[in-house]
């Protein structure tokens, strides 16, 4: 099953990164947030990546064309001419770089990637966020109920800590958990192809009117998770992230090195 990655936004709200490069690429622990949500979805097996492209793609293309220049030992002879990677561990990666246009919405964005998912049941996320949900329990759940769209809801981290008072004593502290009310839209989709019929063209937001229609017509469903799950949109959440891989205990570190 392919997994696409939409990865073409402008980042807007964390331009003190995405003035030099796509958000995607944006590192944590020395890898760019796309690394990590790869190495994760192929830590259960899927394998083949559809990447969507917009602002600034040509640095996640240039990645992954010199990604086993970059990631093992090489000999370069100068007498030839030749640069040769020495066999080294590399993911067992397919990675389709797929230009979706500059300004293109992101329903636009995924109908662009249609020719390249075969007709098929396939897998969604955005290229800036982070999660420990079980994906195949996810797409069992899809497979279960038998309609076109699965997204997965979250509850959102709090910004700041939680207190809980007996009149002025704190009798519970909790320093920014995951909220215990309300749900949102984590991404982490698994789709049909029927849904590429809900989207008109670029200019289609995935969230709004597409996401909207599936819902009045009984063909979106929610897989909910309660644990870990954290998007990258400020600076603020990029630090958080790297935080959480230097404590040695990411959640969504689950691969072996």
Not at 120 to 133: A, H, I, K, P, R
Request: proline share 5%; hydrophobic share 40%; net charge negative.
């Amino acid at each position: 099953m392919k997994v696409a990655i939409l990865a073409g936004g402008f980042g807007s709200r964390l331009a003190e990164e995405t003035e030099i490069r796509p958000k995607p690429m944006v590192e944590i622990g020395g890898r760019p947030i796309l690394w990590h949500i790869m190495r994760y979805y192929s830590a259960f097996g899927f394998n083949h990546f559809v990447i969507a492209l917009g602002y600034k793609g040509e640095m996640i293309k240039r990645y992954f064309a010199d990604y086993c220049m970059t990631t093992t030992n090489m000999t370069v002879d100068f007498r030839t001419n030749q640069v040769i990677p020495h066999d080294g561990p590399r993911p067992d990666w397919v990675v389709e770089l797929v230009d979706t246009g500059l300004k293109t919405q992101t329903g636009g964005r995924i109908k662009r990637l249609a020719p390249y998912l075969g007709g098929e049941t396939f897998m969604l996320t955005w290229g800036d966020g982070l999660s420990d949900v079980n994906l195949n329990d996810l797409l069992a759940f899809h497979r279960a109920h038998g309609r076109l769209a699965t997204l997965t809801a979250v509850r959102p981290p709090a910004r700041y800590g939680y207190m809980h008072f007996v009149g002025d004593q704190v009798v519970e502290f909790m320093e920014k958990p995951q909220l215990m009310e309300g749900w949102i839209n984590g991404a982490f989709f698994v789709l049909e192809p029927g849904i590429f019929d809900y989207i008109e063209g670029d200019e289609t937001v995935w969230e709004r009117e597409p996401m909207e229609r599936l819902a009045r017509d009984g063909q979106l469903m929610a897989y909910k998770h309660a644990s870990f799950w954290q998007c990258m949109d400020t600076l603020r959440e990029k630090h958080l992230l790297e935080t959480i891989w230097q404590s040695g205990q990411a959640p969504w570190k689950i691969w072996e090195e």
